[in-house]
Structures are given as C-alpha cells and as structure tokens.
C-alpha cells in the first residue's frame, strides 16, 4: 500500500475530552496536511504544516511534525460531538513530480 | 468566492464503459488534484494538474486521463471501467502545488 500509517484507527472519547491522532510516514516531504471526513463526504482541510516547522496550532487543533521520526500528531482539545469525524494525514513532496500519501485515517466517535 | 464544485453527484456505469467528471476550482486557484477514495479508506491520488500541464501522478493506469482547462476547471476521464472503479472521486484546488487544498464534495461512481 502506498498509504501512510494512522493510528489508533478508531477512538471513541467523551465530550470534554481531548482526542490525539498519530500519523507516520515512509519518505522525505515538504508538507504535511491533516482533514477531516464525514460520513463519506468531501474533505475539510484543518492544518498545513511544512517540514521546517515543528508546531502549528489553529483553535482546539494542535498539530506536531518530528521529521526524525517521520510523524506527526493531531491533538483536538476539548473536544464535542460535531467533531465526530474521521481524520486523515496527507504527505506532500515534489521529488520527481508531485505526490500525495494518506494514511487510512482515525475514526473519532465524540460521546456527547 | 465559490468553491470547489463537482459534478455529477451520482453516477452508475456498466464495465468496459468510459466515464467523464467533473470540477470548477475555487475562484483564484491554478491547480487541480483527483483522488479516489474507497469505502473505508484515505484517498489515494491519481494526479495533479497545474496550470494546464500534470505535473504529478499517483499508481493508476494510462486510462486514467485528465484535463485542465484555461479557467483551471478540470476533467477525470476513465476508459474501460472496471469494477474496482467503484468508489468515490475527488478533487481539491490549490493555489500552487504544495499549499492548501481545498475539496469538492465528491462523485461516487458505481460500475456495475
């Protein structure tokens, strides 16, 4: 499979709580993205985050990039029920033309 | 400013057919990237168009084809449709190729 790895695949958290996603990759890139799915629909993007930078945040979302280590986590604080959803990570690089990996995602189930 | 938009919605297609989709980028966008998603799993990239020209691809077969026009909208044509096609086909827009992408709500695709 060309997908990267997510884990855990499924979390199942009270509201209130936070949710962490983990996400791990095979090869060099620039960029790495996270998204979030529902129900088979079309992807929201949440964070772009370059291979420079170690931590970006944006309202409840915090996300790391350790390129050593080749991960990246997704921690959604305080969570609620509307962000029940599945969250994917996608790698970007341009060497030899662009390419995107996602992983297989986290299934989130947010108990209200 | 309108987003990414897909068409059609729905389409159920026999084997061995051809199918064409559809997608208009958001307003300002020059580039174009298709996905199929199956049921379960992250979406795996087919290619990327930029300014008219692919400037990347995924592992898919030659009779996945695209186009991107003048105004950056896009096509995804695939010949001799198999059932494996069955899934989920999705575009995102971007301003450049390693920036924010940005989905359109998808076409799920039935071959029969």
């Known amino acids: 499979s060309q997908q990267g790895e997510e884990d855990p695949q499924a979390l199942s958290i009270q509201e209130g709580e936070n949710a962490t996603m983990n996400c791990s990759y095979k090869t060099s890139i620039n960029n790495l993205q996270w998204y979030r799915q529902n129900s088979g629909r079309g992807l929201v993007h949440l964070i772009l985050i370059r291979s420079n930078e170690r931590e970006k945040h944006s309202g409840r979302l915090r996300v790391t990039l350790d390129t050593s280590k080749k991960s990246s986590s997704l921690l959604i604080t305080a969570s609620r029920a509307a962000d029940t959803a599945s969250y994917f990570c996608a790698t970007e690089s341009d060497t030899g033309g662009f390419k995107t990996i996602f992983g297989a995602g986290t299934r989130l189930f947010v108990k209200a | 400013e309108t987003g990414v938009t897909q068409s059609p919605t729905h389409l159920i297609k026999t084997r061995g057919q051809q199918v064409t989709l559809r997608c208009s980028s958001q307003s300002g966008h020059n580039t174009v990237s298709w996905y199929q998603q199956a049921l379960g799993q992250g979406p795996q990239f087919i290619f990327q168009y930029y300014r008219e020209e692919e400037n990347g691809r995924g592992n898919f077969p030659p009779r996945f084809s695209g186009l991107q026009f003048p105004n950056y909208s896009s096509e995804l044509n695939v010949n001799a449709l198999e059932l494996d096609d069955s899934a989920l086909y999705l575009c995102?827009?971007?301003?450049?190729?390693?920036?924010?992408?940005?989905f359109g709500p998808g076409t799920r695709l039935t071959v029969l």
């Open positions: 995102a827009s971007s301003l450049g190729q390693l920036n924010e992408q940005f």
